[in-house]
């Protein structure tokens, strides 16, 4: 069984910054993907930020260059600071661990940017 816990979401105003965990458990692979999507309301989820077991990144063009991911393998955790917060930002942002195709996802962390 994997879990994933995550943490970090709030509210914050815009232009701020807030950072997120995800702690990964159970029969966690040493080769993965881990990374952060999100979904607002009335749309489908997107992702935002992937990383390999072996550091590389992949981020969506609408957050390049205000978050970064990263990870610490020896804790099985995944991180992603998000800075300069838009309103757009706003919505429920899910872990996922990928480990040969099959996907896992925890239970969301809400992320509300506003005034």
């Known amino acids: 069984q994997v879990q994933l816990v995550e943490s970090g979401g709030g509210l914050v105003q815009p232009g701020g910054s807030l950072r997120l965990s995800c702690a990964a458990s159970g029969s966690i692979f040493r080769i993965n993907v881990l990374g952060w999507y999100r979904q607002a309301p009335g749309k489908e989820r997107e992702l935002v930020a992937t990383?390999?077991?072996?550091?590389?990144?992949n981020y969506a063009d609408s957050v390049k260059g205000r978050f970064t991911i990263s990870r610490d393998n020896a804790k099985n955790t995944v991180y992603l600071q998000m800075n300069n917060l838009k309103p757009e930002d706003t919505a429920v942002y899910y872990c996922n661990l990928k480990i040969w195709g099959v996907d896992y996802w925890g239970q969301g962390t809400q992320v509300t940017v506003s005034l």
């Open positions: 990383i390999t077991s072996g550091g590389s990144t």
